[in-house]
């Protein structure tokens, strides 16, 4: 299948801040079925998780799967399984925010880092990346850059998430608050899933810059 007719699935984290022992609190992939959230509860057991998916179901644009890991680990060892099990280079591509783009990107950077500490292997193969950061500035958004500002100017500012500032998701994990931590994941994730169907609709499929994520030397 040619790039043009991949299936984007979109990918966000969450972390606990910036400092050299921050981690990963939620990975969420948005997909054709709905999303697929890991939550990192670092050890802290007292979670209902039929009344999570319950709730997150209702914002779904398909069906929420949520897998609860007690470490970081753990969740790399589900990010990994998702990607080795679900996501098909001949299908889809993956796509994030700034994942890589502006000062170095986000989500994947982070991600190798966290990966090399528990040294385990880079999961995602033979998968085209697209940055869809790089590829929103093809519409007038305004003067955003942002997310936000450039998902509530082209589609729509109704969203789940129930925060103002994405700082708010690191005190809502040391709060151990998880249905807002998940909500505002699952916001992010379907966002740029909703600006990568539209730009597949309105944008040049040169402009999209497509890198493929698996290593040389995988």
């Known amino acids: 299948m040619s790039d043009s007719q991949l299936s984007p699935i979109a990918f966000d984290i969450e972390t606990s801040g910036f400092d050299d022992d921050a981690v990963i609190t939620v990975a969420g992939f948005s997909h054709d079925l709905g999303e697929s959230l890991v ?11 039929k009344l999570l998916v319950g709730t997150l179901d209702e914002h779904s644009s398909g069906t929420v799967q949520l897998d609860i890991a007690a470490t970081e680990r753990e969740l790399l060892d ?21 994942g890589e ?16 500490q528990h040294d385990m292997s880079w999961p995602f193969g033979d998968l085209a ?24 100017t082209l589609l729509t500012d109704e969203t789940c998430d129930p925060f103002d500032d994405s700082e ?9 608050e998880w249905l807002p931590l998940l909500k505002h994941n699952l916001a992010d994730i379907q966002r740029t899933r909703e600006l990568a ?22």
Request: glycine fraction near 6%; include cysteine; hydrophobic fraction near 40%.
């Open 39 to 49: 939550l990192n509860t670092a050890g802290r057991d007292d979670i209902d998780r």
């Open 197 to 218: 169907r539209l730009a597949g609709r309105f944008v040049p499929k040169s402009d999209f810059s497509m890198k493929n994520l698996q290593p040389p030397r995988h």
């Open 168 to 176: 708010e998701a690191v005190a809502a994990f040391e709060a151990a």
């Open 129 to 152: 990346y697209a940055d869809m950061m790089q590829i929103v500035d093809r519409f007038d958004t305004k003067g955003h850059s942002d997310l936000v500002g450039v998902y509530d």
């Open 78 to 98: 589900t990010v990994a399984s998702f990607a080795t099990e679900q996501l098909d280079g001949d299908r889809h591509y993956l796509t994030a925010f700034n």
């Open 101 to 116: 783009t502006w000062n170095g990107g986000f989500d994947l950077p982070f991600c190798r880092t966290r990966f090399l």
